[in-house]
């Protein structure tokens, strides 16, 4: 059995285990009047907060039982925000504003005394929006003004189709696509330029990098252009994430560029070097999100999301690294539409993550946590009445903070069309903050919207069907052999085609394309976001000095690297060296000498 | 009937989103298309070169990263360059191609632009009504390439009219003709296209054709999907050719023996032929007699050890592979196809390999039984 056999045997134990404590807490006397006891504790010490309108609330909100069983159910069923087994959230407090005003409930005097006088550090601002456009020049012009009033730099960034698929800006075929969708990067070069006047070494800094098939490359790249601008004792400070996700790949985006084995080969690579020498960093970020917009359902989304964490998992094991090492390095991202199930994906999913982590992996605390990234459904969007697609986000932004996600993009109602310009980034960006800020929703009280009944019916139905698909990939011998053999990705494809026959024989309503539609269907005035030619050229000449300048020492790199490939050691250190000389381009190409191409699967 | 369209199709380099296509393609096959699809992040040289070989009616480009006003611009320029401008072009990216995107594009020759919100119906009327026509007469192929192209549509699409005339391309010098066949998902495709990274690395100038065979679906369509696997024999090196069986059963087409006949004349070093997925009872180069060496290719979960004993070309084939040796019942299928082997007692050769695995020796060894390297004689002396 592999080990995703063992967490489907964890979560049923678990919650068996959760039926027994349930069942103890009405007959055993002792424990059931501890855990009452333990309850009004807890209840007793929520501070209160203040709404602007003058009316207090408890920052922590509970259902409204007093019966032990019921307590037992809930606290060990879901716990408490930032508690095993963190149904409600891998935090406490997440996006509550910092207490202006505490009102203690706690009337028997027993708070510890200096603790109310404690100053609480504001969260990081959970707003990332995913940005990369033309140059690096250019993408780090658009971060500056996101980042304008926000007191943590959180970039996000999008690289153009060369870069995603390892190749240069000179490769025959690609001018047209340079800077397109996304930033061009070649060399270390375009690195410091694309991070330039933000302070990585910071601890209010953090980049996020979305590549995976050249990941480990990008990333020793990254590392790099650390070191050129702040010296060699940055690396250990660097914060950030780099999405490195090659099962998703193969099963959904299509960015892969080695063969199945090689890549995760050197993804461990690269995740034994930074649970070394970088522990803030990131090395991966699964990621469901590609599935669902491959027009996966909600459910496969988050099964296969799960299923390939536990194998990355198995895999960084067994190359020797300790679970509580990278465990708490491991990083999710999920898509959030519309469909109903979304109300609780990410709620089932960090449960589910955290009783295999603890039961199966044996990870500890830290190592249990599904710290989540949201976007909300870019394949949602339509081009039909676009402006609607402000509202489709809307909701979208409120279910992913229904399932307290640890950091959220919100997508611009013209990406149908292009990279999204200014307009419409801002719109998306105060989505955020409306909701956020301005509304009250979640800024005074965790679990405001948790635990409804409806919620609770969606959270049992979904894992149920998780589970179901776990033990489908395990019959087939677990995640890799499901992978080549094309499981997931003919699921994902199915589903896809079910997806839109739906919206062609009209039972999944869009409205303005199946439903109320306008008839007119004139071209919307959007500005679009294009890399001019010329820009393109520039970065073709930048790219062609570089490779001029470093023509011999690119060779020694080169043939270093591919020997080291070769021998079957880690590559990354190799790879560190290579990149200060050598493009994107000139690595892929050398590796791919060694341990051969991608066969696309069809 | 006039013989089914012939299109390809492709989603531009640096773009992985197939998922409209994959769902296009489908639709084309059912409504009698013939769909040589080539796949993702495809540069516009793969796409103009399979475009002539397959000599298709029109290319079909899906594009949603962006740039697609220049990528669409060269595949017209390129066809035009290369005296293919008879192959046509239309394409899609939902919103990403807006409205005076695809006006500048039909400016430069694009056909047609689908926009987002156009049903799958309306892509397949399209297509029937725009290249369902016979071709006009055709224009002098600028290549050998692609008269060999023109000559294959020819034979293809009337077998029985041309018979089996002789090839008036090329040189007389026969090729190696090598015939692989074996059940579906067995690996063939891959196979070859590790055999063809060696032909092409062994000496920098032989040439090598590929007669590929797909089933057609009922209603004529087929999707003829090798291309988008065989990512080491998209060169110019390499001519492939994808056929679709057109009703026959048995693993070729009606016109195969013609269009092999015509390739083996046609100045290449080897000529491979790979049938569809076959059945036990399939022996598919029996009859026509141009197979210098026929090789089959066996997954290792065929069953119980007696469905050995009821696949013909066990008894036929030169040389059997195991393919997946690295499966768990590789070990097994070895020792058994081996005993089953025996009783013919013929020097079939029985080898292992992992086609998928980069630089496999198995497949090196076959490499040389095929090319007829020094090496694989005296291994065989060794044994």
Known sequence: MSKLGLVVESVDKYNQFVADQVQRARTDKDFGRDLVGRWNDIKAKIPTSRTPTGIPLPRLALPEIDEAGEIARYL?????????????????????????????????????????????????????????????????????????????????????????????????????????GGVAIDTVE????????????????????TISGPAPIIMAMYIAAAKRRFGPSVVPKLRGT?????????????????PIEPSLRFLTDMVEFTSHEMPRWYPISISGYHIGEAGSTPVQQAAYTLSNGFAYAEMFAARGIPVDQFGPRLSFFLDCGLDVEYIALARVSRRIWAIGMRDVFGAGPKAQLYKLHTQTSGRSLIAAEFKNNLTRTAAELMLAY??????????????????????????????????????????????????????????????????????????????????????????????????????????????ALNKYRNGDDGAPEVKLVRTPRKKQQLQVDRLTRFKKKNAEKSKRALDKLAAVAESGKNCFPALLDAVEVCSLGQITGRLQQVVGRFRPMV | MAAPIRVLTAVPICDGHDSAINTINLEFIRHGIEVVYLGYHRPVGDIVRAAIQEDVRAIGISSYNGGHIEFFAEVVDLLRKKGADDIKVFGGGGGTITHDDAKLMRKKGVDEIFFAGTSLEEMVTFVHQRYGKPRAKRVKAKSVDQQLAHKLTETEDAPKKIGNRKSEIGNSRKARVIGFTGPGGAGKTTLIDELVLRFLQKDKKSRVAILSHDPSVIGEGALLGDRA?????????????????????????????????????????YVIIETVGTGQEAMPFQKNGLVDQTVLVMNPDYGSRLQLQKIVMLDLADIVVVNKSDLQRAKTAHTEIEQRLEQNRRSQRLLDTVAKRHRDPGVDRLFDLISGNSKSAKERRKK
């Open chain 1, 76 to 180: 060990f069923g879901e716990g408490l925000p930032g508690e095993f087994p963190y149904l409600n959230g891998a935090y406490r407090e997440m996006y509550l504003e910092p207490i202006r005003e505490v009102e203690s409930l706690e009337k028997n005097g027993q708070a510890k005394k200096g603790k109310s006088a404690k100053k609480i550090v504001p969260a990081e601002e959970p707003t990332r929006l995913f940005s990369g456009l033309m140059l690096a020049e250019d993408t780090n012009e658009r971060f500056h003004f996101l980042t304008a009033h926000q007191r943590t730099h959180r970039l996000s960034t999008a690289f153009d189709g060369p870069t995603l698929y390892g190749i240069d800006s000179d490769a025959d075929g690609v001018f047209g696509k340079i800077g397109e």
């Open chain 1, 190 to 209: 375009d690195m410091v330029r694309l991070y330039d006047g933000f302070d990585l070494g910071s601890a209010n800094f953090s980049a996020s990098m």
């Open chain 1, 242 to 258: 780099v999405q490195a996700d090659i099962f998703k790949e193969v099963q959904a985006q299509n960015e892969t560029i080695f």
């Open chain 1, 402 to 511: 229904m399932n307290a996600t640890n950091s959220c993009h919100s997508n611009s109602a013209d990406e149908p069309f292009t990279t999204p310009s200014e307009e419409w980034i801002r719109l998306a960006a105060h989505g955020q903050a409306i909701l956020l800020e301005e509304s009250g929703i979640f800024k005074h009280t965790m679990n405001m919207l948790s635990g409804s009944p409806g919620m609770k019916a969606v959270e049992r139905a979904v894992e149920a069907a998780i589970l179901e698909e776990f033990r489908e990939i395990e019959r087939l011998g677990g995640v890799l052999a499901a992978v080549e053999e094309r499981y997931q990705r003919s699921q994902i494809q199915n589903a896809a085609h079910r997806y839109e026959e739906q919206i062609y024989d009209g039972t999944r309503p869009i409205i």
């Open chain 2, 229 to 269: 696997t065989m990512i080491n024999s998209q060169n110019d090196r390499v001519f492939m050719r994808s056929m679709a069986t057109r009703g026959q059963a048995g693993g070729l087409s009606p016109a195969t023996k013609d269009c092999l006949a015509l390739l083996a004349s046609s100045g290449f070093d």
